[in-house]
């Protein structure tokens, strides 16, 4: 997809989990459209940092946060609005991906819950909701929700169930959002990636196992990170706003509906 160099020039934008696979591909092509990006990590310091490295001082900033309870998340938006009081867009891409092993210990599978829960769903809708609120306030601004084709149609993987679940309440928030405050120019997207070839999908696999995974699927291959990016990117222009509320599937047609 491509976009205008100059495409997302005097936009502000905040986005989860910068240091990560499918994050550090987006930061990059938010910058490519000359963004100014708010880098935001947990742990992976360097990796926010390079992320952002192409961006001159005054256009970016690396931002730590945690979003395991309520009250981080809406620190890591009152120092996003410190820096930056103009923030336009909102890309919640950050996310664990905890065993829920459905044969394992009882305690193994109720602490994936509380994880997944905490994360992807409590902490990250805090988070949008600051965002709403705010965007609301002022009549106009985008969230971008990173979900799951498995918050679609369940998970294929049956030790994966809380972070299918989690993500399909994640996305019916964003639902939510869109459709209540429509007249007050909040617009929400929502993205449901298939198998991505980055970050936590492909973690402690080796090449034979990935490759594996995408014979099964129907282009055989994954779907690379830059793909989400540059719809990531193309969103945040908000040149579509009609497709507020919608859920975009990026699978390569290997889950249609």
């Known amino acids: 997809m491509y976009l205008d160099a100059k495409a997302l020039t005097g936009r502000t934008v905040l986005l989860t989990g910068a ?15 000359d963004a100014t990006v708010i880098a935001h990590y947990r742990t992976q310091r360097e990796g926010a940092e390079q992320a952002v490295e192409d961006l ?29 009081p103009d923030v336009d867009v909102v890309v919640l891409n950050a996310g664990v991906i905890p ?22 769903v409590i902490g990250t809708g805090a988070l949008m909701r600051e965002a709403a609120r705010y965007f609301v306030g002022r ?35 964003a639902q939510t959002f869109a459709r209540n405050f429509a007249r007050e120019g909040l617009r929400v997207y929502v993205l449901a990636p298939g198998v991505v070839n980055a970050g936590m999908a492909i973690a402690g696999q080796d090449d034979a196992q990935t490759r594996a995974v995408a014979d099964g699927l129907a282009m055989g291959r994954l779907v690379e990170a830059g793909e989400i990016a540059a719809l990531i990117a193309f969103l945040a222009t908000d040149a579509v706003p009609s497709l507020s509320g919608s859920t975009v599937d990026v699978n390569g047609a290997s889950y249609v509906r």
């Not at 998970?155 to 679940?165: C, F, G």
Request: hydrophobic residues 45%.
């Open 19 to 33: 240091s990560g696979g499918i994050g550090a591909v987006t930061a990059r092509a938010l910058a490519a459209a």
């Open 56 to 84: 001159p001082e005054g256009r970016k900033l690396v931002l730590k946060g945690d979003l395991d309870t309520p009250a981080a998340a809406r620190e890591l938006w009152r120092a996003a609005l410190a820096w930056d």
């Open 99 to 120: 065993d829920t092993p459905f044969d394992g210990p009882d305690e193994v599978w109720d602490a994936g819950w509380q994880e997944a829960l905490q994360v992807n």
């Open 139 to 173: 009549g106009s601004g985008t969230i971008i929700v990173l979900s799951s084709w498995a918050a679609e149609q369940g998970s294929r993987l049956r030790d994966l169930t809380s972070y299918a679940a989690s993500k399909a309440a994640v996305r019916n928030l």
